[in-house]
């Protein structure tokens, strides 16, 4: 037996993939299908330094203070 999406179900817009907020605010998600990125037809958002692996825009090396 398949679980159903409630969400689905009663054809509210959503989305099924997780939605990454990038260093530079732009925004992306894990569904190729989706088009349309606002954070209420997610259920999971998360920052892009918490993604596995991390994520090149969250590892830039912060600018150090130079010595006069």
């Known amino acids: ?26 925004l992306e998600c894990t569904d190729d299908d989706c088009v349309a990125f606002d954070h209420a037809r997610h259920t999971f958002i998360v920052d892009c330094a918490d993604v596995a692996g991390g994520c ?13």
Do not use: W
């Not at 689905?8 to 993939?17: F, L, N, Q």
């Not at 090149?56 to 006069?68: E, F, M, V, Y």
């Open 1 to 26: 037996m398949r679980a159903t999406c409630p969400a689905c179900e009663s054809a509210v817009d959503h989305c099924h993939g997780t939605l990454i907020v990038h260093a530079t605010r732009t």
């Open 56 to 68: 090149a825009c969250s590892t830039r090396p912060t600018p150090t203070r130079r010595q006069a």
